[in-house]
């Protein structure tokens, strides 16, 4: 049975990451906007990497330009965007396509997993997917979800 732990990715620098580098580890994945009405959604996803951290969970963030061209065409300026703004201290990764033909390996993967309303295509910046410790997909959660709504499945999981 496949797990996000058979997939690798592209970390901001161009090298890849093993997921299995995360095993026994709670994570959540996001696709990402710098310039989104949604972007503020970086301060509760910070918060909970925050809290949660110490206890094995963390965030994995995917800058993502497919919905309005919301994202910085340099990977260096969304990071820094993300850090200035918003502190965020969790790893974030390449830039990537999260629908059609050059969608990511692993966001083609989390969508059979777990498909959203009506259709398994991710509909908007910010989608969310909680892994459970065992590398498999727990839930999907819509773009308009706030981060801590997701305390009580997060705690569930840890």
Not at 49 to 75: H, S, T
Request: net charge negative; glycine share 6%.
């Amino acid at each position: 049975m496949k797990t996000i732990y058979d997939f690798e990715v592209k970390k901001t620098n161009g090298h890849t990451e093993q997921l299995k580098d995360f095993a026994g580890k709670v994570i959540l994945i996001v696709n990402t906007a710098s310039k989104c009405g949604l972007t503020p959604q970086f301060e509760g996803l910070q918060e909970l990497y925050e809290k949660y951290k110490d206890k094995d969970f963390v965030i994995l963030g995917f800058p993502c330009a497919q919905f309005n061209n919301q994202e910085f065409a340099n990977i260096d300026e969304t990071t820094e965007f993300c850090q200035v703004n918003y502190g965020v201290s969790f790893p974030m990764f390449a830039k990537i396509d999260v629908n059609g033909d050059n969608t990511e390996p692993l966001f083609s993967y989390l969508k059979e997993e777990k498909k959203g309303v009506l259709s398994k295509n991710i509909k908007w910046n910010f989608t969310k997917f909680l892994i459970d410790r065992n590398g498999e997909v727990y839930d999907r959660y819509a773009p308009t979800t706030e981060p801590e709504k997701l305390t009580s499945d997060i705690e569930k999981l840890l």
